[in-house]
């Protein structure tokens, strides 16, 4: 019974950090839903210059920038890179849990594809 009620527990605390971790619910400040349905997901992504976003986490995701700019981000593991886009630049990026920080002169604008399936 124990194990069982330890197995639920923990459960229920991986959905909530989970959900905890999305950026809509984590940073609606700078990611707004605007589409949203079984298979897919779009953000539209503002960040200022030198605004960060807190730890977050996103599926696989194709980001397509609307503005270009210069991003910095810093995955769970410490790791950091930084990439400056150009307006109508397409790029993929791999499932992550990371912070994003716009270290550039102009506001980043962006629109971040996740997919579901």
């Known amino acids: 019974m124990e194990k069982t009620i330890l197995v639920v527990g923990m459960s229920f605390l991986a959905v909530v950090m989970a959900k905890a971790q ?14 949203n349905n079984p298979q897919v997901r779009v953000l539209d992504v503002r960040l200022k210059p030198g605004e960060k976003t807190p730890l977050h986490s996103h599926p696989n995701l194709v980001v397509y920038s609307l503005t270009g700019g210069t991003i910095k981000s810093t995955t769970a593991d410490g790791k950091t890179t930084t990439v400056t886009t150009k307006p ?26 996740e997919l579901k399936r």
């Open 22 to 35: 999305d950026p809509a619910k984590v940073d609606p400040q700078h990611y707004k839903v605007i589409f």
């Open 88 to 113: 109508g630049q397409v790029g993929w990026r791999d499932a992550q849990t990371h912070i994003s920080e716009n270290v550039g002169k102009t506001e980043i604008h962006a629109l971040g594809i």
